[in-house]
């Protein structure tokens, strides 16, 4: 069932290394020449971290690339070993994202190598435009995943077969993993931590790196306010500051377009020219935004928070949180309020 390598160490069959009696868990982080730096040092950071913390070596952690050596954005080289050479179970596959990955994608060689790791991987991922190599590998097949808000729609573009969503900090769909750009991937890489040994660590971890909070899948990429206004013309760019100012006013399409002395349907097509979203869908964004920001900053009941923020009710605002984030209102809280 194993064999034995020179170092003493057994390779077993069910993706970990048996180093007395304790199971270690092999992780591959796969690089590429113009690969962002800090997808692969930020994931390695929390697993190492994983280990120093609790003083047990939980994970091996090995940097695998086409060959021995990646050149990463900015000209900063690393080590790393040879795809080819690497034919050891893996319990988790994680790809980085950068400028570098539409030339990975295209190497027919790497991605061969890519799918035979994960045909021998207990889950794979990807941090932000990694998610282009997995998608290439057809890893993500039937899955849904993110990416960098910015690549979002050419993901989805280049291939249909996956569920592309803009707006998450992370994605996991069954054993497929994925992030948004560049420090999202340490917010996925604890909730992998988190996932094998528990939510107490993962928060020591993020403690320790010093990070404000730690991030759950489901929190927004950008803010609805900063997207909405660039291009904005004077009159829209004033009604989406006055909106953000009076949430618990009527913003309906009749009421906005009324405040600014346009027709319904002309408002209606100028507003999503202009924003990229339906008036509805914007004011939605708004009040989810201020729900997420008074629940993280404050103590106030969810009762004030849902009528302080326009959603009329807590149930409202719960089957919002439930519908846009994947979770509640309370549960957000928890996972983001220094308090909990």
Same mark, same amino acid.
């Given at each position: 069932m194993s064999r034995v390598c020179d170092a003493g160490v057994h390779v077993c069959q069910d993706t970990f290394v048996t180093i007395s009696d304790q199971r270690v868990r092999t992780v591959v982080l796969l690089a590429y020449d113009d690969a962002e730096i800090l997808d692969v040092t930020g994931p390695a950071s929390v697993f190492a971290a994983a280990n120093s913390t609790t003083g047990?070596?939980?994970?091996?952690?090995?940097?695998?690339?086409?060959?021995?050596?990646?050149?990463?954005?900015?000209?900063?080289?690393?080590?790393?070993?040879?795809a080819a050479g690497m034919r050891r179970p893996v319990d988790t596959?994680?790809?980085?994202?950068?400028?570098?990955?539409?030339?990975?994608?295209?190497?027919?060689?790497?991605?061969?190598?890519?799918?035979?790791?994960?045909?021998r991987s207990r889950r794979v991922a990807s941090v932000c435009s990694g998610t282009f190599v997995l998608a290439e590998a057809g890893l993500a097949d039937g899955a849904t995943v993110t990416t960098?808000?910015? #690549? !979002?729609?050419? $993901?989805? %573009?280049?291939?249909?077969?996956?569920?592309?969503?803009?707006d998450r900090i992370y994605v996991r769909d069954g054993r497929v993993w994925s992030s948004a750009g560049v420090t999202a991937g340490i917010d996925l890489t604890l909730a992998l931590v988190a996932e094998d040994l528990g939510e107490a660590l993962a928060n020591d971890i993020a403690r320790g790196l010093v990070l404000p909070v730690r991030r759950s899948g489901g929190q927004s990429q950008y803010s609805a306010q900063l997207a909405a206004r660039v291009g904005s013309s004077p009159q829209l760019a004033a009604l989406l500051s006055w909106m953000t100012l009076n949430l618990d006013a009527d913003l309906s399409v009749a009421a906005l377009a009324e405040r600014v002395g346009w027709g319904e349907r002309h408002f209606a097509r100028r507003f999503r020219a202009e924003t990229g979203s339906t008036p509805a869908r914007h004011v939605e964004d708004l009040r989810i935004? #201020? !729900?997420?920001? $008074?629940? %993280?900053?404050?103590?106030?009941?969810t009762d004030a928070v849902a009528a302080g923020c326009g959603f009329g009710s807590r149930e409202v605002?719960?089957?919002?949180?439930?519908?846009?984030?994947?979770?509640t209102p309370t549960q957000y809280r928890r996972s983001f309020s220094p308090t909990g």
């Open positions: 047990i070596e939980h994970y091996d952690v090995r940097v695998v690339a086409a060959r021995d050596r990646v050149v990463f954005t900015g000209g900063l080289v690393m080590h790393a070993e040879p596959l994680m790809i980085a994202g950068g400028i570098g990955c539409l030339a990975a994608r295209a190497d027919h060689d790497l991605v061969e190598r890519l799918r035979a790791m994960a045909r960098h808000w910015a #690549a !979002a729609d050419f $993901l989805a %573009e280049c291939y249909p077969a996956v569920t592309v969503e803009p935004d #201020a !729900a997420r920001h $008074l629940l %993280e900053s404050t103590d106030l009941t605002m719960h089957r919002t949180f439930r519908r846009r984030l994947a979770t």
